[in-house]
């Protein structure tokens, strides 16, 4: 017999957990399985012939949100030229419709529900005993007794088994036989299941068996993907932090434990975080961890009704403590279309958040997902949403369809501009001038749909010619300043192989600049980690840019505080000789390792024999 589990991830990098996971236990059970994995980015034609030509006797397929509509019209095809081939789906988007799933698609077989390790490998035995032993007879007797599955009878009726009690996650093995094959990809991994929260629009508040994955087993496979160095790990634990012991020794191990290259992602809550906690996420590598904390929305009335624990003040204060550290990524969450949320109060919730300034602000639209509590009360919420996944809400009694399309504006420009973390400087520029850069970031919206720059495919420099236009129209300061930042931001992201138009000539500062190369190959100072290098290398591999003195002195107003600009610690006297600007110097083997900016050294610039 052969057996397919089938894979349709939303990105090459991805990987899909459940499918190996399935795979690993099924094997302690005596069953062979065959893992095929896609993405939702290739022809459907192409998975149907790599398919085909597995000629699986059973096939089963992994649903998500992100793949749904896509697998639906692929199992149709499929029934079509596999049409002796059992297939099955599983996973989240099916679990809670498994009987509508298979009175709409006839070619179904069968649908797993809920957690379904035990599930696979008793179905899995079960297609094996009756096809090895008995042509396929009996098969039916075996199905009735397999708890977590709805399936179909060869009489075409249904059938709707109870569902499995939830099981030891101890139990499952190590998902990743061979590591090797995931060198360049995200390899997900859980250390718990369930969630003690009982948020109203997530599938994780119906299971209340929280469950944790014995620590011993936990560090023995944390050391597998530092060995291979990985390059990240993304940890599914709902709430990874909702039981200290758990959560304080993992992070203890990989700080003990860190390869210097592995990045480890944790959603956590991060008003359950303890000052012992804290400690230590203080002493980490910066790199090694990223968080995510979902705020949701800071409107206590939306906070109570979603069934929301959050102490606002205590994330703040957390987030603010952990930002200090300059160590650890922070990605905050923001969800529009929440009950009690209308537009002004989403307005007041990014004010909250901004004021965090994370390395990435997640606006995102609530999904109306099948079996939430949400679902079960969009009566109440006049809750309009999409038929087809991903099930996003279009209007709610507090928020018209015209604001979320002003909402989706606001996405983009943030998506775009703010986590892109490619227009640090020029952003730092409109905090000054914008009490809540939510409406900045509304206006520029606004802006890009009325000049027709919206729904197009822009170059990164364009993007940059793009805002400095809004900045002008907007007259938030001078063409000079703004231009200078940009620059500013440009080089921080990579050393151009050509300046963009707006860029002034280098011309005028073209002999001081092979003066200071030239010097830093005899006698390094700012560029000692490159020595060897001859001077016209070293300029090939860095960069400055030298602004005047009026210049420099508008741009160094603008830059905001812990803006990654080093200034050169010089004597007095140099400083005031160089009263006539200011070279910003640009190491690309140094960079931020939260940013990925090269680091900046601010060097005191005369115009005079020796440059700078």
């Given at each position: 017999?052969?057996?397919?589990?089938?894979?349709?991830?939303?990105?090459?990098?991805?990987?899909?957990?459940?499918?190996?996971?399935?795979?690993?236990?099924?094997?302690?059970?005596?069953?062979?399985?065959?893992?095929?994995?896609?993405?939702?980015?290739?022809?459907?034609?192409?998975?149907?012939?790599?398919?085909?030509?597995?000629?699986?006797?059973?096939?089963?397929?992994?649903?998500?949100?992100?793949?749904?509509?896509?697998?639906?019209?692929?199992?149709?095809?499929?029934?079509?030229?596999?049409?002796?081939?059992?297939l099955?789906?599983?996973g989240?988007?099916?679990?809670?419709?498994?009987?509508?799933?298979?009175e709409?698609?006839?070619?179904?077989?069968?649908?797993?529900?809920?957690?379904?390790?035990?599930?696979?490998?008793?179905?899995?035995?079960?297609?094996?005993?009756?096809?090895?032993?008995?042509?396929?007879?009996?098969?039916?007797?075996?199905?009735?007794?397999?708890?977590?599955?709805s399936?179909?009878?060869?009489?075409?009726?249904?059938?709707?088994?109870?569902?499995?009690?939830?099981m030891?996650?101890?139990e499952?093995?190590?998902?990743?036989?061979?590591?090797?094959?995931?060198?360049?990809?995200?390899?997900?991994?859980?250390?718990s299941?369930?969630?003690?929260?009982?948020?109203?629009?997530?599938?994780?508040?119906?299971?209340?068996?929280?469950?944790?994955?014995?620590?011993?087993?936990?560090?023995?496979?944390?050391?597998?993907?530092?060995?291979?160095?990985?390059?990240?790990?993304?940890?599914?634990?709902?709430?990874?932090?909702?039981?200290?012991?758990?959560?304080?020794?993992?992070?203890?191990?990989?700080?003990e434990?860190?390869?210097?290259?592995?990045n480890?992602?944790?959603?956590?809550?991060?008003?359950?975080?303890?000052?012992?906690?804290?400690?230590?996420?203080?002493?980490?590598?910066p790199?090694?961890?990223?968080?995510?904390?979902?705020?949701?929305?800071?409107?206590?009335?939306?906070?109570?009704?979603?069934?929301?624990?959050?102490?606002?003040?205590?994330?703040?204060?957390?987030?603010?403590?952990?930002?200090?550290?300059?160590?650890?990524?922070?990605?905050?969450?923001?969800?529009?279309?929440?009950?009690?949320?209308?537009?002004?109060?989403?307005?007041?919730?990014?004010?909250?958040?901004?004021?965090?300034?994370?390395?990435?602000?997640?606006?995102?639209f609530?999904?109306?997902?099948?079996?939430?509590?949400m679902?079960?009360?969009?009566?109440?919420?006049?809750?309009?949403?999409q038929?087809?996944?991903?099930?996003?809400?279009?209007?709610?009694?507090?928020?018209?369809y015209?604001?979320?399309?002003?909402?989706?504006?606001?996405?983009?420009?943030?998506?775009?501009?703010?986590?892109?973390?490619?227009?640090?400087?020029?952003?730092?520029l409109?905090?000054?001038?914008?009490?809540?850069?939510?409406?900045?970031?509304?206006?520029?919206?606004?802006?890009?749909e009325?000049?027709?720059?919206?729904?197009?495919?822009?170059?990164?420099?364009?993007?940059?010619?793009?805002l400095?236009?809004?900045?002008?129209?907007?007259?938030?300061?001078?063409?000079?300043?703004?231009?200078?930042?940009?620059?500013?931001?440009?080089?921080?992201?990579?050393n151009?192989?050509?300046?963009?138009?707006?860029?002034p000539?280098?011309?005028?500062?073209?002999?001081?600049?092979?003066?200071?190369?030239?010097?830093?190959?005899?006698?390094?100072?700012?560029?000692?980690?490159?020595?060897?290098?001859?001077?016209?290398?070293?300029?090939?591999?860095?960069?400055?840019?030298?602004?005047?003195?009026?210049?420099?002195?508008?741009c160094?107003?603008i830059?905001?505080?812990?803006?990654?600009?080093?200034?050169?610690?010089?004597?007095?006297?140099?400083?005031?000789?160089?009263g006539?600007?200011?070279?910003?110097?640009?190491?690309?083997?140094?960079?931020?390792?939260?940013?990925?900016?090269?680091?900046?050294?601010?060097?005191?610039?005369?115009?005079?024999?020796?440059?700078?």
């Open positions: 017999m052969k057996l397919v589990l089938a894979a349709v991830n939303a990105k090459y990098i991805h990987s899909n957990l459940a499918v190996y996971t399935l795979s690993a236990y099924a094997k302690t059970m005596g069953v062979q399985v065959e893992i095929a994995e896609y993405t939702i980015n290739q022809q459907k034609d192409e998975i149907l012939k790599s398919l085909f030509r597995k000629q699986p006797d059973v096939l089963c397929i992994s649903c998500y949100i992100w793949n749904i509509s896509y697998v639906e019209a692929l199992v149709r095809e499929l029934a079509k030229v596999l049409p002796e081939t059992e099955w789906l599983g989240p988007e099916v679990s809670y419709r498994a009987v509508s799933m298979l709409k698609h006839p070619c179904l077989r069968g649908i797993m529900k809920g957690e379904g390790e035990k599930t696979f490998a008793e179905l899995a035995l079960a297609y094996q005993t009756a096809m090895e032993t008995f042509h396929g007879e009996g098969l039916g007797e075996s199905l009735q007794k397999i708890a977590g599955i399936w179909r009878g060869r009489d075409g009726g249904i059938h709707d088994n109870p569902w499995r009690p939830v030891d996650l101890s499952v093995p190590f998902p990743y036989e061979d590591l090797d094959r995931f060198s360049n990809r995200i390899l997900y991994y859980e250390s299941r369930g969630c003690p929260f009982s948020c109203s629009y997530c599938l994780s508040s119906i299971d209340k068996k929280l469950r944790f994955r014995s620590l011993e087993l936990v560090k023995k496979e944390l050391q597998m993907f530092l060995d291979h160095q990985i390059p990240q790990v993304k940890f599914v634990d709902r709430t990874f932090n909702c039981k200290k012991e758990h959560a304080m020794t993992i992070w203890q191990y990989l700080a434990h860190d390869n210097g290259v592995t480890f992602h944790f959603e956590i809550a991060a008003d359950l975080l303890t000052e012992d906690e804290l400690e230590l996420l203080r002493t980490l590598r790199g090694l961890i990223q968080l995510e904390i979902g705020v949701q929305s800071t409107n206590p009335d939306t906070i109570r009704e979603i069934h929301r624990r959050m102490d606002f003040g205590k994330v703040s204060s957390v987030v603010e403590r952990i930002r200090e550290g300059r160590n650890i990524h922070q990605h905050l969450d923001l969800i529009a279309g929440l009950p009690y949320e209308d537009y002004e109060s989403f307005r007041r919730s990014f004010l909250d958040v901004y004021r965090l300034k994370p390395q990435q602000l997640q606006l995102g609530l999904k109306v997902l099948s079996g939430s509590y679902a079960e009360h969009t009566g109440d919420y006049q809750c309009q949403y038929d087809q996944e991903p099930y996003e809400v279009l209007s709610t009694r507090w928020l018209p015209r604001d979320v399309l002003r909402l989706k504006a606001v996405e983009e420009m943030v998506e775009v501009y703010y986590n892109s973390s490619q227009f640090h400087y020029l952003l730092g409109a905090e000054q001038r914008y009490e809540n850069m939510f409406d900045f970031f509304q206006q520029l919206g606004e802006f890009y009325r000049n027709g720059y919206d729904g197009l495919s822009h170059t990164r420099i364009r993007r940059y010619e793009i400095l236009e809004f900045f002008e129209e907007k007259q938030l300061a001078g063409r000079g300043i703004c231009q200078q930042l940009a620059l500013m931001d440009l080089y921080a992201r990579e151009l192989k050509s300046r963009p138009a707006f860029a000539d280098t011309a005028r500062y073209k002999e001081e600049t092979y003066r200071f190369y030239q010097r830093e190959e005899r006698e390094p100072r700012y560029l000692k980690h490159y020595q060897g290098y001859q001077w016209k290398q070293l300029m090939r591999m860095t960069h400055l840019e030298i602004f005047t003195a009026e210049e420099t002195g508008a160094l107003n830059l905001p505080t812990n803006c990654g600009v080093h200034p050169e610690e010089s004597d007095s006297q140099t400083r005031s000789e160089a006539g600007g200011t070279a910003f110097l640009f190491d690309y083997r140094t960079r931020d390792p939260l940013t990925g900016n090269a680091a900046i050294t601010q060097i005191p610039w005369v115009k005079k024999q020796d440059g700078c």
